[in-house]
């Protein structure tokens, strides 16, 4: 997981060591992004087989744990160290990959709230409800990525 994190974090460097201080071109930007988008579909892989294996286990709480908070700082470094220099012809198509990428926060935001649940069945529904969140987030995030490939 720690492994993801870095990827994750390696696309959003890219991107932040060309920001500098002024707006990217759009090579730039589909550059960097596209690297982030590559990381980062492997960090949805990566929940979507967390859910499919869920066991109510330390381990498997802690790992989600993780990628909820990777999922954030993604979010916050995109929020306030990307977003000023995207090229203004670009800026709809970036605010897409933020919501997309702050669906699955949401997602995951939702099982962690489960983890501390009286019963295990109620810790399973959060899980089951949250891999429809996480379905839901990976065909948002598909759309917004799309015209980066």
């Avoid at 090579?27 to 929940?47: I, K, R, V």
């Avoid at 800026?91 to 009286?118: E, L, P, R």
């Avoid at 995030?141 to 490939?149: P, S």
């Amino acid at each position: 997981m720690k492994r993801l994190a870095a990827l994750l974090l390696t696309g959003i460097l890219a991107f932040s060591l060309t920001a500098c201080s002024q707006k990217v071109s759009e090579q730039e930007y589909y550059s960097a992004m596209g690297e982030l988008a590559d990381s980062y579909s492997l960090m949805a892989d990566t929940l979507d087989l967390s859910l499919q294996t869920y066991s109510d286990t330390a381990e498997w709480w802690d790992a989600v744990d993780s990628l909820k908070q990777s999922n954030d700082e993604v979010v916050s470094t995109l929020e306030k160290e990307v977003t000023p220099y995207v090229p203004d012809s670009l800026a709809q198509q970036h605010k897409d990959i933020v919501s997309a990428i702050t669906a699955y926060s949401d997602a995951m935001q939702k099982i962690m709230a489960a983890k501390d649940a009286a019963s295990a069945e109620e810790k399973q529904t959060a899980v089951d409800e949250s891999t429809k969140l996480v379905a839901a987030a990976s065909e948002q995030w598909q759309a917004a990525i799309a015209t980066l490939k």
